[in-house]
């Protein structure tokens, strides 16, 4: 392994724990504020790899993570069309990072994740990352980021955690 190859795997490892902690956060602020971390650590990873389009498009997810943070405190950042203005922009970074038909997989991904984050609910945003990061993970394995596939395994099982744990109590 080349010195390049252990930072880049080294820093996956980190952005692996970060996900892992975020979705066992209560709030959709405190996921997003430790998802943007580990994305801005997953953005390196890719480079490095030379997985281009996953890290372009996770730019866009970093941009993405930090409207949605401050959506409810500046008013424009709210308003209904963003969401699908950064799908958009994600689809066009997708195409113009083409690097093959595993592209639409984290350009999907991506793009469905951005919606769905725009929801101020947590309980939805877990349901939908089990559709985005099975996407994300079948991309990663065709890269291969070996840190990425764990990562979207984890993130998939942690979800399915929080599901449990946040479930609404069923009235007897």
């Given at each position: 392994m080349t010195p390049v190859e252990i930072i880049a795997h080294s820093l996956s490892v980190v952005a692996v724990i970060l996900t892992l902690i975020s979705y066992q956060l209560r709030?959709?602020?405190?996921?997003i504020l430790v998802l943007t971390l580990a994305t801005s650590l997953f953005i390196v990873h890719y480079f490095l790899m030379g997985a281009y389009p996953g890290?372009?498009?996770?730019?866009?997810?970093?941009?993405?993570?930090?409207?949605?943070?401050?959506?409810?405190?500046?008013?424009?950042?709210?308003?209904k069309a963003i969401?699908?203005?950064?799908?958009?922009?994600i689809a066009g970074l997708g195409a113009l990072s083409w690097t093959g038909p595993e592209t639409l997989l984290v350009l999907f991904g991506l793009a469905i994740n951005t919606v769905f984050m725009s929801i101020d609910n947590p309980q939805l945003l877990r349901k939908s990352l089990l559709l985005t990061c099975t996407m994300i993970l079948i991309y990663n394995a065709t890269v291969p980021s070996w840190g990425g596939m764990v990562?979207?395994?984890?993130a998939i099982t942690s979800a399915i955690i929080g599901l449990i744990r946040y479930r609404k109590k069923r009235e007897a």
């Open positions: 709030t959709q602020k405190q996921i890290a372009i498009l996770n730019i866009v997810c970093i941009i993405r993570n930090i409207i949605y943070y401050f959506k409810k405190t500046v008013k424009p950042l709210a308003h969401p699908y203005v950064l799908a958009v922009i990562n979207e395994s984890i």
